[in-house]
């Protein structure tokens, strides 16, 4: 059993190589023969290419299409040769059954063309602090792209992930609505990586926060424009009281930009479609 593990990269060497670490040959346990890693680049002018081949020959690097987090995963599948596509990011640290887990669940359920598996923070602590961030995943439903595997013959048949989007918000989660759609998608507990707990600054925050918004309606694009603007706004409102009420000013201030130039966001697309129509 071949498996393929894809990792996006762009300008994280440093965790980058903390990750390979992890899967280097003899640190998993699993054959080393069974599996292959893929490190699709998306960094400034391949910054990871000299890293892999100097330290960690046994990766194969590719340039990525420097178009987004999206078509980086698509790249790195396109070159695969396994059945199935072991997914995770660059600065995860998978645990050193991640892989052996992945493929006793493979032999488990053999009805599943797609699994997810536990992704818990480095830091339960930090995650109370103001503006910490970590996709952490307990139980499952949630489909984070830095620990899942698909099937890559279902894989293909749905075309990747949307390389609409651009950033790294929805893709997986739009990809997850198209998987249940054909197969049951198992959680698997002990198949777990490690995520840093990371602080987004405010200002960096601020920069993206339309790309952001303008990700999250491309994913709600199928619903109707009074839920969207329902649910966007109630969401975001109730995030804002609860970071108040924790001492979270900076959260509570980005809810509140958040708010605002979501209305202003949906009042200019609700204008663009009546004149369109």
């Not at 040769?81 to 892989?99: A, H, I, M, S, Y």
């Not at 958040?258 to 209305?263: A, E, I, K, Q, V």
Request: glycine share 6%; aromatic share 10%.
């Amino acid at each position: 059993m071949l498996l393929s593990v894809i990792i996006p990269t762009c300008n994280r060497n440093e965790q980058l190589a903390k990750c390979l670490q992890c899967l280097s040959p003899g640190t998993q346990q699993f054959g080393e023969n069974n599996f292959e890693v893929i490190v699709s680049d998306d960094g400034k002018n391949n910054e990871a290419k000299s890293l892999i081949l100097e330290q960690f020959p046994w990766a194969q690097w590719v340039s990525g299409p420097k178009k987004g987090p999206a078509a980086n995963r698509n790249c790195g599948a396109k070159i695969a040769r396994g059945k199935w596509l072991v997914f995770t990011d660059d600065d995860c640290l998978p645990d050193n059954n991640w892989l052996q887990a992945y493929a006793e669940a493979i032999i488990q359920h053999p009805e599943c063309k797609a699994f997810e598996g536990a992704i818990l923070p480095d830091d339960w602590k930090l995650l109370k602090k103001d503006m910490a961030e970590c996709p952490v995943n307990t139980s499952g439903g949630c489909f984070w792209s830095a620990n899942i595997m698909i099937k890559k013959v279902l894989f293909a048949l749905l075309n990747g992930f949307d390389e609409q989007f651009k950033i790294a918000a929805q893709e997986d989660q739009e990809i997850f609505i198209r998987i249940k759609e054909k197969t049951k998608v198992v959680f698997c507990v002990g198949v777990v990586v490690i995520h840093p707990v990371r602080f987004g600054g405010l200002r960096e925050k601020l920069k993206v926060l339309d790309a952001s918004i303008n990700s999250w309606l491309l994913y709600k694009s199928e619903s109707s424009t009074r839920k969207i603007f329902k649910e966007g706004s109630l969401s975001q409102i109730r995030a804002s009281f609860n970071n108040l009420k924790q001492g979270k000013l900076k959260s509570f201030y980005l809810n509140l930009a958040t708010l605002f130039r979501f209305f202003i966001i949906i009042c200019r697309k609700s204008i663009n479609a009546k004149v369109t129509i």
